[in-house]
Nanobody, 124 residues
Framework: VQLQACGGGLVQAGGSLRLSCAVS????????MGWFRQAAGKEREFVAG????????DYANSVKGRFTISRDNAKNMVYLQMTSLKPEDTAAYYC??????????????????WGQGTQVTVSS
């Protein structure tokens, strides 16, 4: 299973970005998926998660109401729409796949495969 994330960049505070993650190999439609981020000098943290069929989503409190996770099982893609970006959203963003569960969870150690990360920088 391989994950390829893209869509990061430099944006001003209040702006928007859409991250995409392409998943190849395995049976994507049976995986729970998540987005995590890691700022410089900090631990990787949960941002958003989505169940196998998109029916259940979960968000970190810090992004709730601003970020939206979605997936397209026909295209083996998962997305993170980010709006009203803040400087504290600056981080490398990673998509992750959990091959053992279909439901949403926040535990980064429970995800089996990770993308390479895409940098998001929000200027004030």
């Amino acid at each position: 299973v391989q994950l390829q994330a893209c869509g990061g960049g430099l944006v001003q505070a209040g702006g928007s970005l859409r991250l995409s993650c392409a998943v190849s190999g395995g049976t994507f439609s049976s995986y729970a998926m998540g987005w995590f981020r890691q700022a410089a000098g900090k631990e990787r943290e949960f941002v958003a998660g989505i169940s196998w069929n998109g029916g259940i989503t979960d968000y970190a409190n810090s992004v709730k109401g601003r970020f939206t996770i979605s997936r397209d099982n026909a295209k083996n893609m998962v997305y993170l729409q980010m709006t009203s970006l803040k400087p504290e959203d600056t981080a490398a963003y990673y998509c992750a796949a959990d091959l053992r569960r279909i439901g949403v969870h926040r535990n980064r150690f429970g995800y089996d495969y990770w993308g390479q990360g895409t940098q998001v920088t929000v200027s004030s």
